[in-house]
């Protein structure tokens, strides 16, 4: 059957944890009104209340929640301190972003049962103002009326209207505010405007600062009263309740009910992540600061653009990635990218596709459009932030290891590739690794060129060293023209690959993973096989499948997967 | 920000805008509020612009990505001509619908949303933009790949066989084509 659990056991742990603190919170508070000091308020509102402010707990958590997963420096220095003490819990850390989605639609859901249920509640409220005099709402509406302090409904008139009052009670204005900025942000993180126009949403996501406010300040009018415990002591609910035509006047023992309003907890939830947050923004502003040099740009075919930069105190393990800024394209904005350097190299290095505005920005900056050399002080300045960690750290830790990358998707293992050669042919350090497959997936022959070169050096040198069997690599070209399939013909015979010129030879179509599985599961049994992969989500998904059916007692495929 | 299509935002808004609008047109009824009529033109209202927004335009650049199930809306929208593919319509339509929702509460949230879309789509008028559908694309149906394939081809693609390939000077008829030029056998 498979190691699923070994694969998912602990995201579905973590998934299970929180469903179960947001479901208890739900509970907790939903009982929490309705208890004596809340009866007179339910008389009005009915269950509403409840209804109103479980969701509303639960809303705290969650916005306590949301801002950790972003914290990327934070979640670094997580990950290497736990490394050290196991493997799968630094793993989880990879799917941060995944976490960050999950818990912006429970904030989502619980904002709109919290508003529904508010709606009823300012119906009621109007309601009871609007009533006939005879009526408890009505009687229990008027309290207040003379010192405006112990008043119970927060609507002091019958002469106005609920959206009237939504907009001048500081609950309400702050509630839409902040909801029309919750629903902007989350129009605008929709895939299909994600991929496509990142700057409409990286910029509509800063309505998170708004959000966060309004928050806070959102529970400074005390708009939800409840009896005081003094006036608990000398009015009880359930005694008093039905002589609401006769309080306070003379000869009764039931006085005037007083009401007043809970302080203001969310600021409790989220100040601590507010803080952590904050304290990231200055850690990736400082970092930006640090001077960063261009010591080398390569234009390559299919329009990739390599920069080589170097920084003071860098240090890098393999596969990471770095944000990169360039301040004379944009200032505010920070992308990712995979960095394609070994960490035995003196300087990094990236390798970008250029596909969109930034991208074409930052290649004319570089000079990349005109002819001949470039001056190396006209060379733009750029920002960098990180080196941040991801799943191909672990690499080195599995004896075996499948590398898989698709198309641009194979820069982490770039980085793995060149650091294998440092390792084994210059320093000759013992690593625990003893083979690597590594697979390569391309729909076009140019993209070949600038990893051909490392290739083609790492197959020189390990026959230098009679090492050839430590790495088993496959490219599979996955499309190509009727002029590229005639030169293949003709020079099918050659003793190099005519597209790579690399003694392996370049395959056609995709790999039948179920053949390579099995075959490499024959070849090493009773290991840990580690499977990485950078690429599309399908691939992923096939991928994912193997791993776990080919998983059987002797084998273990443990698949990881990037992601940006 | 040079390259957005404003439309494909204004459109996810509106979509939003519509189905919020939708819920509390319900809410306002179910729950018999006072001046509920207004929600229940909140309700129909907001089932009309689901249905108008449902089916996203085509792109200028780039893939465009239908929604699950939007041929059927495409070619309604379609059928009204320019009505729904100039964009200062759809912005103007919006503002209108949008008015009768700030009179009760729970239909005011949806009619703050739908005013965003509408500015939104504004923008996108200003800018040129309009509402093409996307059709499905007359694509010959692909071969599919035979069971008995278990391994990738170790071979590049196809060629004929030795005999065809090339004239032989023995046999000129038995070729597979005429050649201009008289073939003679190597020195």
């Not at chain 1, 998934?15 to 004596?36: E, K, S």
């Not at chain 1, 690794?433 to 020189?460: M, R």
Request: net charge positive; proline share 5%; hydrophobic share 40%.
């Amino acid at each position: 059957m498979g190691n699923f659990a070994a694969n998912e056991g602990l995201s579905i742990f973590v998934i299970l944890v929180w469903l179960g603190i947001n479901v208890f919170l739900f509970v907790h508070y939903y009982l929490a009104f309705l208890t004596d000091n809340f009866y007179y308020t339910g008389v009005i509102l009915g269950h509403a209340l409840s209804w109103a402010r479980a969701p509303a707990a639960c809303l705290n958590f969650n916005c306590m929640l949301i801002l950790l997963p972003v914290c990327r420096n934070l979640l670094s220095f997580l990950r290497g301190s736990i490394q050290h003490c196991s493997r799968t819990a630094a793993r989880q850390l990879d799917r941060n972003l995944t976490f960050h989605k999950l818990v912006a639609y429970m904030i989502a859901f619980h904002t709109a049962i919290h508003i529904i249920a508010h709606l009823f509640n300012f119906e009621r409220f109007m309601g009871a103002q609007l009533d006939s005099n005879t009526t408890v709402s009505f009687v229990l509406s008027q309290i207040g009326n003379g010192d405006n302090r112990s008043f119970l409904n927060p609507i002091r008139t019958s002469d106005t209207n609920p959206t009237y009052v939504m907009f001048t009670t500081i609950a309400g204005l702050t509630g839409v505010v902040i909801t029309l900025a919750l629903i902007l942000i989350t129009t605008s993180s929709m895939e299909v405007i994600r991929r496509s126009y990142f700057e409409v949403f990286w910029y509509t996501h800063h309505l998170f600062i708004i959000f966060f406010i309004g928050l806070v300040i959102h529970g400074v009018g005390r708009i939800v009263r409840g009896q005081t415990s003094e006036s608990l002591n000398e009015h009880k609910p359930e005694l008093c309740a039905k002589y609401y035509q006769t309080w306070g006047k003379n000869g009764t023992f039931c006085p005037v009910p007083n009401f007043a309003g809970n302080p203001p907890g969310t600021w409790k939830w989220v100040v601590g992540p507010m803080f952590l947050y904050l304290c990231e923004r200055l850690v990736r502003f400082y970092r930006s600061q640090q001077k960063v040099v261009i010591t080398k740009v390569v234009m390559h075919p299919s329009k990739t653009l390599e920069l080589q930069m170097k920084r003071k105190g860098f240090r890098m393990e393999v596969g990471q990635y770095v944000f990169l800024q360039c301040p004379s394209v944009s200032q505010l904005e920070w992308h990712p990218f995979t960095l394609t350097s070994a960490p035995e190299e003196d300087q990094f290095s990236v390798h970008i596709r250029i596909v969109g505005d930034w991208t074409q920005g930052l290649y004319e900056a570089c000079g990349g459009d005109k002819p001949g050399f470039q001056e190396a002080w006209k060379l733009p300045k750029m920002g960098v932030d990180g080196p941040f960690g991801t799943a191909s750290e672990d690499v080195f830790q599995y004896e075996v290891v499948m590398l898989v990358g698709a198309g641009i998707g194979v820069t982490p293992f770039a980085s793995i590739l060149k650091s294998v050669w440092y390792k084994h042919v210059h320093e000759n350090t013992k690593v625990f690794t003893k083979k690597i497959y590594f697979y390569w997936l391309c729909p076009e022959t140019q993209a070949f060129e600038w990893f051909a070169d490392l290739l083609q050096s790492l197959e020189g040198q390990m026959q230098e060293k009679g090492m050839t069997d430590f790495l088993s690599y496959n490219i599979y070209l996955t499309r190509w023209k009727e002029t590229e399939a005639a030169h293949f013909t003709v020079h099918h015979e050659a003793e190099n690959d005519p597209i790579t010129g690399l003694k392996q030879m370049t395959r056609y179509g995709k790999p039948n993973w179920d053949n390579e599985f099995k075959a490499i599961g024959n070849n090493h049994p009773g290991s840990k096989v580690g499977v990485f992969l950078c690429g599309p989500t399908v691939l992923g998904k096939a991928l994912e499948k193997q791993c776990h059916t080919h998983s059987q007692s002797n084998v273990d495929f443990i698949f990881n997967k990037e992601n940006f | 920000m040079g390259k957005i299509e404003w439309a494909m935002w204004a459109n996810e808004q509106a979509l939003a805008a519509g189905l919020i609008l939708l819920t509390g047109g319900i809410v306002g009824v179910a729950g018999q509020f006072r001046d509920w009529e207004f929600a229940a033109y909140g309700v129909a209202a907001g089932v009309f612009i689901c249905f108008l927004e449902y089916p996203r335009g085509m792109r200028n650049k780039g893939t465009s990505v239908e929604r699950t199930g939007q041929y059927c809306l495409t070619v309604c929208v379609k059928a009204f001509g320019p009505v729904t593919r100039n964009y200062y319509v759809r912005a103007g339509l919006h503002a209108a619908l949008c008015v009768p929702g700030a009179f009760i509460l729970p239909t005011v949230l949806g009619c703050v949303c739908l005013a965003i879309a509408s500015i939104i789509y504004l923008v996108a008028a200003i800018r040129g933009e309009q509402w093409l559908p996307i059709l499905p694309k007359k694509t010959e149906k692909r071969v599919e790949m035979g069971k008995s394939i278990a391994y990738p081809p170790q071979n590049p693609p196809p060629r004929p066989p030795p005999e065809l390939r090339r004239k032989r000077a023995e046999d000129l008829e038995g070729a597979a084509y005429v050649n201009p030029i008289a073939v003679t056998a190597n020195e």
